[in-house]
């Protein structure tokens, strides 16, 4: 059963990237609802390699702020949260809970080249069902790669080893905001080819 | 303005992936809608750098078949359709028609570590939004990462220079196919943190 338009634009179409978002929080309850979706979407042999680090104190945003780029300084320290999306490299370790049908632990625990190719590949499939949930869920994302790996994963994931992938400021749309032009996109013959 | 149960199902809850599909080809109509919604997605300074093959005729089909892990060739072979979900290294050299704002290609042109880096984190998430924007049109798909990068690359791609990310076997479900159990999932305590 296809979505209807409006589900369709709320998604895809009226969806856009939101750097000044309402003021007001995002409850915790909100937080798992997305994550009971997102944990739904595909990933290979179930392998579920994200995590999700949801930085919302101001301890926490100051933190964040020596690894962020100085174009994301501003916008990170005023959303209502930032999300880390990282991957476990030991993701591995849990595929006997999470994929019980075979030794899929085995595949991995000694391949580390692939283990990292799996983890990077799923956990950012994993952070692309998060944007599309959250707004799903009426809220509004304002996605971010510009940030020094390295300090943000000393500062977070020293004892956990997590590594981090992309960052999500995230919020509820603000009433009557202007929506932004779209920039121009690839068209189907510049994107597609058929075999 | 959030999505209702029912649309949150198709997209989410009640989607699963999917190996058998209907016996109804998919039309170039509805590939043609199905990438409409999918160049929508957020992709790091537009920079857009997914390329989808839709493989079909057969000897698209047979192309493919020697890159294909054992486990993975009878099933893409019945399927309507199978995508390669690829990548441009070359995407930066559209950055100028893609993001006019700043000299973005000039970031990427000389950096081939931040230009692989960012295609492949990019064309991942679009390949993660084609999954989403195949079920909320009512498609099924079947993602598949069990294949040899290096032959299919150079039986698709010796002159585009594209490099594939992961496949898709995309058609329409069965009706009245039965829906598999969920393998288990981590709980939100598992996969998040708060800071």
């Known amino acids: 059963m296809a979505l209807d338009d409006a589900a369709l634009d709320t998604v895809f179409r009226n969806a856009h990237t939101v750097w000044d978002f309402a003021d007001k929080p995002v409850a915790d309850e909100t937080l798992q609802a997305l994550y009971e979706l997102v944990k739904l979407g595909p990933t290979s042999a179930n392998c579920s390699p994200a995590r999700f680090v949801f930085v919302r104190t101001p301890e926490g ?20 949260l930032t999300v880390i999306v990282a991957q476990d490299p030991f993701f591995f370790q849990k595929l006997p809970q999470l994929f019980p049908a075979a030794d899929a632990k085995g595949w991995f625990s000694g391949n580390p080249d692939l283990a990292e190719e799996t983890a990077t590949r799923n956990a950012t499939l994993q952070g692309a069902y998060f944007i599309v949930a959250a707004r799903a869920l009426g809220l509004a994302c304002g996605p971010m790669s510009g940030f020094d790996k390295v300090k943000l994963d000393r500062a977070f994931f020293s004892s956990s080893g997590w590594k981090s992938n992309f960052l999500i400021n995230l919020g509820y749309p603000k009433d009557g905001a202007e929506i932004p032009e ?11 080819l058929f075999a």
Chains 1, 2 share one sequence.
């Open 61 to 80: 945003k100051e933190k964040l702020r020596p690894a962020l780029s100085a174009g994301n300084i501003e916008k990170t320290m005023a959303a209502p």
């Open 182 to 192: 779209r920039l121009p996109k690839l068209t189907f013959e510049e994107a597609t």
